[in-house]
Nanobody
Framework: VQLQASGGGSVQPGGSLRLSCAGSASNLDSYVIGWFRQAPGKEREGVAC????????WDADSVKGRFTISRNNVKNTVYLQMYSLKPEDTAVYSC????????????????WGQGTQVTVSS
């Protein structure tokens, strides 16, 4: 499984971005896909996850109501739509076949995409 994250950038507080995680595997829709982020000097944290089996999702309290995760199994792509961005959302965002919560599907801590930088500042 190969994952590639993209879509990061610089936005002002209150702005929006959409991240994409494109995967290559014939059975990618069997995997859980999670978005994680890591800010300088902080531990990596899970942001949101989605099942490829039943579409169930999980998101962290810090992003509830602002971030939405979705996936297009035909395109083998998972999206993270981010609204109302805050400076504390600034981090490197990565996608992986992993999730800190339980949703239906295959988990593996082995497959990670490279990170994409999100910077929120005025």
């Amino acid at each position: 499984v190969q994952l590639q994250a993209s879509g990061g950038g610089s936005v002002q507080p209150g702005g929006s971005l959409r991240l994409s995680c494109a995967g290559s595997a014939s059975n990618l829709d069997s995997y859980v896909i999670g978005w994680f982020r890591q800010a300088p000097g902080k531990e990596r944290e899970g942001v949101a996850c989605i099942s490829g089996v039943d579409g169930s999702t999980w998101d962290a309290d810090s992003v509830k109501g602002r971030f939405t995760i979705s996936r297009n199994n035909v395109k083998n792509t998972v999206y993270l739509q981010m609204y109302s961005l805050k400076p504390e959302d600034t981090a490197v965002y990565s996608c992986a076949t992993d999730c800190p919560a339980v949703v239906a599907g295959i988990y593996s801590s082995d497959y990670w995409g490279q990170g994409t930088q999100v910077t929120v500042s005025s």
